[in-house]
């Protein structure tokens, strides 16, 4: 059972430089988030999805896009890198219910340089 | 503006004593409550839970209380163990349009003394 998964799980760029952060997970969750963690500000949100075909901004959605390809995949794209993007990504998905939880990946560390 | 707060960066703790972590909220639209674990280089795991119309939910160790008119949170642990030491998270989420976006708090790095 595989979870939440991330890839890459590295990744370095030259300012400017365009990627995107595949997630995907397998537990049929409606919702799933893009967060960042840096030291000192916790994971904060970027974009979430509610359900396939749907997005929303979180806290700090400067300098980012968002894809939800289908119920599985929502992806995290940087279109000009910039050094204050280095970080490190958390995607998740959340499980239904009252309280339901969210489902970490392991993390993709990006570092702009 | 953070709407969830952490205060205490960091919390040291004997290895059997209880740990109290604490969280406050700025928006009284939270109805749920989570406290996350992080150890470093892995993602954050969920530990347990509470939503508004409770202000108790205890999970083996793990105990949350929340005092709503204080819009304050907190979760004990006892006893502390060494594998316990980690970062904590506290997270909320509102309820209906507001449910999916959940908020994190900055953190509080436990380190459990053996």
């Known amino acids: 059972n595989a979870g939440v998964t991330q890839t890459p799980k590295f990744q370095v760029l030259k300012t400017g430089q365009s990627m995107t952060l595949q997630c995907a997970q397998d537990?049929?969750?409606?919702?799933m988030y893009w967060y960042r963690q840096d030291p000192g500000m916790g994971l904060r949100l970027i974009y979430y999805?509610?359900?396939?075909?749907?997005?929303d901004k979180g806290e700090v959605p400067n300098g980012y896009n968002v894809s939800r390809l289908n119920k599985r995949e929502f992806s995290l794209r940087l279109e000009s890198a910039a050094p204050s993007q280095t970080s490190v990504y958390f995607c998740?998905?959340?499980?239904?219910?009252?309280?339901?939880?969210?489902?970490f990946g392991e993390g993709s560390r990006l570092t702009v340089l | 503006d953070q709407q969830v707060k952490q205060n205490s960066p960091s919390l040291s703790v004997q290895e059997g004593r209880i740990s109290i972590l604490n969280c406050d909220y700025t928006?009284?639209?939270?109805?749920?409550f989570l406290w996350y674990k992080k150890y470093p280089a892995e993602g954050p795991t969920f530990l347990i839970s509470?939503?508004?119309?409770?202000d108790k939910n205890e999970d083996g160790r793990f105990t949350v209380f929340l005092n709503k008119s204080a819009k304050h949170l907190s979760l004990h642990i006892v006893p502390s163990q060494p594998g316990d030491s980690a970062v904590y998270f506290c997270a909320a989420s509102g309820s209906g349009t507001s449910y999916d976006k959940v908020i994190f708090g900055p953190g509080t790095s436990l380190s459990v003394i053996p």
């Open positions: 999805s509610a359900s396939e075909g749907t997005t």
């Open positions: 998740a998905s959340r499980r239904q219910g009252m309280t339901g939880e969210l489902f």
């Open positions: 509470i939503s508004s119309i409770k």
């Open positions: 537990m049929n969750h409606n919702s």
């Open positions: 928006n009284s639209m939270f109805d749920y």
